[in-house]
């Protein structure tokens, strides 16, 4: 935060009558990574002002879903997060089978998480690669981090026949059985994925000019960030721990081993870092997912009924999206649809911090602070 | 053929076939630096670059070219007219006109000057002038800025690259950029002036708004600045400008650091040899430059702005202040040497204080809290 002494500003403005000036930042802008639209009030090249505009993307999620019968919804739910669909559809379904008191077989269980940690790494490595982007590392960032992310999709092609959407899940477990070779070709991966990582690692992260870029940029402590509804690595960055697969584990989080790595001031670089960080600790989950996985079994419970009917019930699930506190709320009052169905989407909530992160920095970091939010319109708009 | 013999005897024709030599080449050097860089970068991020025009891509430029000749000529209506429409040309001509006293061989350029440097540093500022134009004539925000930008970006950093040269020239105690790159015929400068030739290449990226100093035409924030607005031939003026002045530059940066045309060997060897040396250094430039933009993020503005007032500007004006005692007392150039040495090894210092305090991977990683909830 750029402070202006008082008797300087004042000072000035006696002297001159000076207008701030309006600049409309998006919908069409490549700093602001889809269709978000900001309107800042600058002073020169100082930011005075910061109101996002939304509702660019908004597709009535919830309203579809009300309006579906419980399996024909998931489709919409990869659209949410569409850098890691895989994420929503496992939050979708933890909601659908706790309305139905489903269990889901462990085989399942564990290609779930394999591929939710996947579609964290595919996401965070978009993360990564825009955000050096929006430092003005012209595209090699990108460029790596794309490299990897096909990659992933690549085997989720293989895995799901869909590359970004792959409705892969389905309430009560998953559709399709793996194919022949994919342990193999999922530590190929994890090799590739650690070595990209490591690329990405050494393009920026120890660059004197990033460095200056990011670090003491925008710095967020833990009260505040608790108190706008900030959660993910955003929070984390903060210092605070506080990652749903540890402190309230769903899924099969509680067997697995890793670490929850956390920032010391919540600048832009400890968003970044722990991005970072938190890929290499995905990789360990997938590895002993690969090990600890059960080599046969069900995917799928067949006898399960055709069409879903729920009683009067609800709940809410959440879980630990890409980008933060993914929860879902489900009202079910009898029949094949949903009564209500509400998404706690974190990509909004973080997005309240903007306003207050951005003014009183340059122009320039304000796009930085954009990205480092890291917020996924389809998310944001639902 | 010297300078002193004129092509059929009049020194206007002499000129006017100089000139026209002069832009013919600089225009198939500026396509060909396109394609170069577009090449270049992708190699850099695994892609391949231009392939499909020509064996290996090698048409893609001028099929660029013929495409933005023959594209729409957008004016918006908000726009100062004459201001906008007449701003790519001057910010073209300040660089041809440095094209003209560069010399690219031994007497051949297209007119020599006693003080060479003195009138590129004159025509250089000029530069300023259209891009100012272009930004406040767009009528765009985004431009303004850019424009506004560039001024500042520009206008200081002419500061400590005008210092740097001067340091060369008081060693070699001419401004004639013949004579300059006579003098090295058997040392390069860079060895007397290492410290020089860093704040040189620092203040050049700038000038040329290259990255990590692309401020004004930040892409990620202001998309494009002050060329926003414009389209078709315009917008390839501005960008003829940019390829040329980096190609201006190089020429310029290799005669005074590294002996141009002369060393080694320029003056044994032949033309032939010389005008090599010209276009292999000049290269390597512009491929440092390429290197530099595919690697480095972005500086700020005020990042910028304090990098140039606190630490070249400074550093140039003590570089002038040892060559003064050096060269005065007649110390050994060794002294030069060494003391500018020591310089650049601070500058990098300088450079590199935050790397020394960058938070280290495995303190950071291994940090972890035990997870707990909040109340």
């Not at chain 1, 402590?221 to 993910?232: K, P, Y």
């Not at chain 1, 540890?246 to 067997?255: L, N, T, V």
């Not at chain 1, 890793?258 to 290499?280: A, K, N, W």
């Not at chain 1, 069409?307 to 980008?323: A, F, M, P, Q, S």
């Amino acid at each position: 935060m750029t402070h202006w002494p008082e008797q300087l500003v004042s000072s000035r403005e006696a002297e001159f009558d000076t207008v701030d000036m309006t600049i409309n930042i998006g919908p069409q802008h490549p700093a602001t990574h889809g269709v978000f639209r900001m309107v800042l009030r600058v002073d020169g090249e100082l930011v005075t002002d910061c109101e996002p505009y939304i509702g660019y993307l908004h597709r009535g999620l919830e309203k579809l879903t009300e309006n579906h019968d419980y399996r024909q919804a998931m489709g919409w739910w990869d659209r949410t997060d569409y850098l890691a669909g895989l994420c929503c559809e496992g939050a979708y379904c933890m909601a659908v089978e706790k309305l139905a008191g489903m269990q889901v077989p462990e085989r399942a269980e564990y290609i779930r998480v394999i591929m939710m940690e996947l579609s964290r790494i595919s996401s965070h490595f978009m993360f990564l690669g825009a955000f050096g982007a929006d430092v003005g590392s012209f595209g090699t960032s990108f460029a790596y981090a794309w490299r990897e992310r096909e990659r992933i999709y690549d085997l989720f092609e293989e895995v799901a026949g869909d590359r970004m959407f792959p409705t892969y899940f389905r309430p009560g477990g998953i559709t399709m059985e793996l194919p022949e070779n994919f342990e193999a070709r999922c530590r190929q991966l994890l090799g590739q994925i650690r070595q990209g990582i490591e690329d990405l690692d050494g393009l920026l992260t120890g660059n004197e000019i990033f460095i200056e870029r990011c670090c003491n940029l925008s710095p967020l402590d833990t009260e505040r960030a608790i108190a706008l509804g900030i959660t993910g690595p955003i929070l984390r960055a903060t210092g605070l721990a506080w990652d749903i697969r540890k402190a309230e584990p769903y899924s099969i989080y509680d067997r697995l081993t890793f670490d929850i790595p956390v920032g010391r001031q919540g600048d832009i670089f400890d968003r970044f870092f722990v991005r970072l960080s938190e890929m290499y600790q995905s990789c360990r989950i997938i590895e002993q997912c690969l090990a600890d996985m059960p080599k046969k079994g069900l995917i799928l419970d067949p006898k399960l009924p055709k069409t879903l009917r729920i009683d009067k019930k609800e709940c809410y699930v959440r879980n630990e999206g890409t980008k933060g506190e993914y929860g879902v709320y489900a009202l079910a009052r009898g029949g094949t649809k949903p009564y209500r169905m509400k998404l706690r989407s974190p990509s909004f909530c973080n997005l309240s911090a903007l306003r207050e992160m951005v003014v009183g920095n340059y122009v320039a970091d304000a796009v930085l602070i954009l990205g480092s939010l890291d917020i996924v319109l389809g998310e944001v708009d639902k | 053929m010297s300078f002193g013999n004129a092509f059929f005897g009049y020194s206007w024709i002499d000129a006017i076939i100089r000139v026209v030599i002069v832009i013919g080449v600089m225009t198939v050097t500026v396509v060909y630096l396109t394609y170069g860089e577009r090449k270049f970068v992708a190699r850099f991020q695994q892609r391949l670059g231009p392939t499909r025009t020509g064996p290996i891509g090698l048409w893609q430029g001028f099929a660029d070219a013929l495409k933005l000749l023959t594209k729409e000529d957008i004016r918006p209506t908000n726009a100062d007219r004459w201001v906008f429409e007449f701003a790519p040309y001057a910010t073209f001509i300040p660089v041809l006109m440095v094209l003209i006293v560069l010399p690219f061989a031994r007497d051949w350029g297209v007119r020599n000057l006693s003080l060479g440097m003195l009138y590129v540093f004159a025509v250089l500022g000029l530069n300023i002038v259209g891009i100012m134009m272009a930004g406040l004539g767009a009528g765009n925000k985004f431009a303004l800025l850019g424009g506004v930008r560039a001024a500042a970006q520009m206008i200081s950093y002419e500061i400590p690259l005008v210092l740097s040269l001067l340091a060369v020239a008081m060693i070699a105690g001419t401004l004639d950029l013949d004579k300059i790159a006579l003098l090295q015929a058997h040392r390069p400068f860079i060895l007397l002036q290492p410290l020089a030739f860093l704040i040189f290449a620092t203040a050049m990226l700038s000038e040329l708004h290259r990255a990590p100093f692309d401020i004004p035409v930040a892409e990620s924030e202001i998309v494009g600045g002050f060329v926003v607005e414009f389209s078709g031939i315009r917008w390839s003026m501005f960008q003829l400008t940019e390829y040329a002045s980096m190609w201006g530059f190089s020429i310029f940066g290799s005669v005074i650091f590294f002996g141009g045309w002369a060393f080694p060997k320029g003056l044994d060897w032949g033309w032939g040899w010389q005008l090599a040396l010209t276009f292999i250094k000049s290269g390597a430039f512009i491929l440092a430059i390429m290197w530099v933009r595919t690697t480095v993020p972005r500086l700020r503005i005020d990042q910028l702005m304090s990098f140039c007032w606190k630490v070249l500007l400074p550093l140039s004006l003590v570089q002038l202040l040892v060559n003064g005692f050096v060269l005065e007392y007649g110390w050994p150039q060794e002294v030069l040497s060494l003391t500018s040495l020591a310089g650049a090894a601070f500058l990098i210092a300088v450079i590199f204080r935050r790397a020394v305090r960058r938070p280290s991977k495995t303190k950071l990683v291994g940090a972890y809290r035990q997870a707990q909830v909040p109340e």
